[in-house]
């Protein structure tokens, strides 16, 4: 299974992205594409950087009931990007309906993945605002189960559950893992978070990286900084 660096593009125009990856040269990373830049510019985007020659992690957190789910599924499909994902509290019949949208006419179909629990969500907001009695961590293990259950290929997790996630689901079933920060960095808004070393370290698949990459002083240099402390 590959390993890999997906940069989030959070910007909100082609442009702004374009002029962004153009600075990575010959290189080409693997992208995000999230709902700021999908709303703002609609699949056209996807379409350019498809023939640019990135690979594209299409994130739009699907979550519906089940009929609407897989209707929508069967459209960002047919747009060939490699991964695509939705919210496992959307519950195992919506993801059940999920994946038979997302086939596409030839068979094959994008990796699908769904987000456990926000990585920005703490014990204490799953308890006092979400009304989640379980653990943080046996919500997340429960939700990747179910998410297994149903077909699907992996979860959107914090680092720090990638490890526990593994020992339940095996070592096929991918963590794509935001909340990646370097070790001198602001927090922000995102509240499990480890550096990329210990997303190595605790066995993550793919780590998701936005603001560190993205509001770097130079972005290049922290892509590699990424590449270097995670799959090196
Ligand atoms: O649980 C989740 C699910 C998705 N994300 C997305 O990942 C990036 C992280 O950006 P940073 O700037 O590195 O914080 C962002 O696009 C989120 O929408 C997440 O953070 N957590």
Do not use: W
């Not at 605002?129 to 959107?156: P, Q, R």
């Not at 720090?160 to 339940?168: A, D, R």
Request: hydrophobic residues 40%; negative net charge.
């Amino acid at each position: 299974m590959g390993k890999d660096v997906i940069i989030a593009c959070d910007f909100s125009s082609t442009s702004e992205t374009l002029k962004f990856l153009e600075q990575f040269g010959s290189i080409r990373p693997y992208v995000k594409i999230g709902m700021e830049l999908y709303y703002a510019e609609g699949p056209t985007i996807v379409r350019e950087l498809k023939v640019r020659g990135h690979k594209i992690f299409l994130d739009l957190k699907l979550h519906d009931i089940p009929n609407t789910v897989k209707r929508t599924m069967r459209i960002l499909s047919s747009l060939n990007v490699d991964m695509i994902n939705l919210h496992a509290a959307g519950t195992s019949s919506m993801m059940e309906a999920a994946m038979e949208g997302v086939i596409k006419y030839d068979g094959s179909r994008p990796l699908v993945i769904a987000v456990t629990q926000l990585t920005s969500i703490s014990e204490e907001q799953l308890h006092n605002e979400l009304l989640i009695n379980e653990s943080l961590k046996n919500t997340v293990l429960a939700y990747a189960a179910n998410a297994k259950s149903a077909g699907l290929d992996g979860v959107v997790c914090s680092p720090l559950e990638s490890q526990i996630i593994h020992e339940k689901c095996g070592n096929n079933f991918i963590t794509v893992t935001p909340g990646i920060r370097f070790p001198d960095g602001d927090k922000s808004d995102q509240v499990r978070v480890t550096t990329p070393a210990q997303a190595k370290e605790l066995g993550s698949d793919y780590i998701v990286v936005g603001r560190p990459i993205t509001q770097s002083e130079d972005p290049v240099s922290a892509y590699h900084r990424c590449i270097k402390d995670f799959l090196v």
